[in-house]
């Protein structure tokens, strides 16, 4: 196989894999870029985004100062059979937790109020653009457990897919001796651009 | 960018170190008696407008909250350098920090900069090649099932290459 063969079939292989990426990261970018329009829109149903599940006495044992919290939320996930979550936890402040575990799903937070030790669980409504974003910012190696790991290991696929898929193009469009002049074109214009961006936005 | 600063933020470990992140680090640029004054009871945006004008530094901001007139700190955005500006009414003093420059950061802000929120035209054609790159993709995810179809030869190869990648999203979707 000559390399123009291999370069063309790569391309196409890798994208027609990584297709349903591709889309959830341009679809889910609408709502990250109209954010407002959305949040317009949900507040004119006038519907809660938080339900309360759970409130009253709970007791999480000692708050260290620092260090990590993680152990203090998979506890609370224990109890309240959420194991299957990813979760973060994090401090609101020197007298609350906030621990909030969520699904591509759902999503349930935990505000934690450690003087009172007090609980309070409430479960978001589920919105489509959440669901987008959510899996949108869906990354990293945090989580130990495989299949989110698995999906950290395909967002480095896609990465490395653009950088092909851009490596590819370009060599695919020197290929064609017809298009140079308005690729270039294309191509410097859009580096050029980019770069008056970065240096005045 | 998107690519790059994609795989930054997937490794934050191995580029910001183990969570929580320090915050950013600044450095003090400069520090000025404010001359001006403000009209009475101005509020902390207004007061922030004014500060970044006098300073040559207008452009897309936000102020910390909470708000205080006393006391305003306005973030002043910027790919390379973003700055905090601390303005203290009662010695009308004014502190300009510049953020010390990491790559990982810079990468980061280019990332998540977005949306039409701001009054600043630069803001608003950033976003509009936010939008472009949405439109983009979209078409070039599309064009390129249709141009897949149109031979032959790949299809099958190409038929499993689909089907494999929809099958394992939707099995991240029904498990995460």
């Not at chain 1, 954010?35 to 809660?48: I, N, T, V």
């Not at chain 1, 203090?72 to 936890?89: C, N, P, Q, S, T």
């Not at chain 1, 896609?158 to 074109?185: D, E, H, K, N």
């Amino acid at each position: 196989m000559k390399f123009s063969q291999l370069n063309r079939r790569s391309h196409l292989y890798l994208g027609l894999f990584l297709t349903p990426w591709v889309l959830l990261y341009a679809l889910s970018s609408v709502p990250f870029s109209h954010g407002d329009f959305f949040e317009a829109r949900d507040k004119a149903q006038g519907l809660p985004l938080w339900t309360r599940t759970f409130e009253g006495h709970y007791d999480l044992g000692p708050i260290p100062a620092t260090g990590a919290l993680k152990p203090l939320g998979a506890k609370v996930l224990r109890d309240f059979h959420l194991e299957d979550r990813a979760y973060g936890v994090y401090r609101a402040g020197p007298k609350q937790l906030n621990i909030y575990a969520h699904t591509f799903w759902k999503a349930t937070q935990f505000q934690y109020f450690i003087e009172e030790k007090r609980l309070v669980a409430e479960n978001r409504r589920f919105r489509w653009e959440h669901f987008l974003t959510g899996m949108h910012a869906r990354g990293g190696f945090e989580d130990e457990r495989w299949f989110p790991v698995l999906w950290a290991v395909l967002i480095d696929l896609v990465c490395l897919a653009f950088l092909l898929w851009i490596a590819s193009g370009l060599y695919m469009w020197w290929s064609l001796p017809a298009l140079r002049t308005w690729g270039s074109i294309a191509i410097f214009s859009g580096l050029a651009s980019f770069v008056v961006f970065v240096l005045r936005l | 960018m998107y690519a790059v600063s994609t795989f930054v933020m997937n490794h934050r470990d191995l580029f910001q170190g183990p969570p929580p992140s320090p915050p950013p680090q600044f450095e003090l640029e400069r520090e000025l008696v404010y001359p001006g004054e403000f009209p009475v009871g101005a509020t902390a945006s207004q007061i922030a407008l004014q500060v970044l004008a006098m300073l040559q530094l207008d452009g897309t901001h936000t102020v910390a909250r909470p708000f205080s007139p006393e006391k305003v700190v306005i973030n002043r955005l910027h790919p390379i350098t973003p700055r905090r500006i601390t303005y203290r009414a009662a010695e009308k003093r004014v502190t300009v920090e510049r953020m010390v420059f990491a790559g990982a950061g810079f990468l980061e802000r280019l990332h998540r900069r977005r949306g039409f929120q701001h009054p600043y035209l630069g803001e608003d054609l950033w976003a509009a090649t936010v939008d472009l790159t949405i439109v983009a993709l979209l078409l070039l995810a599309l064009t390129g099932l249709w141009m897949w179809w149109e031979l032959r030869v790949t299809r099958a190869w190409g038929a499993v290459s689909l089907v494999s990648g929809c099958a394992l999203f939707a099995l991240f979707l029904g498990s995460m």
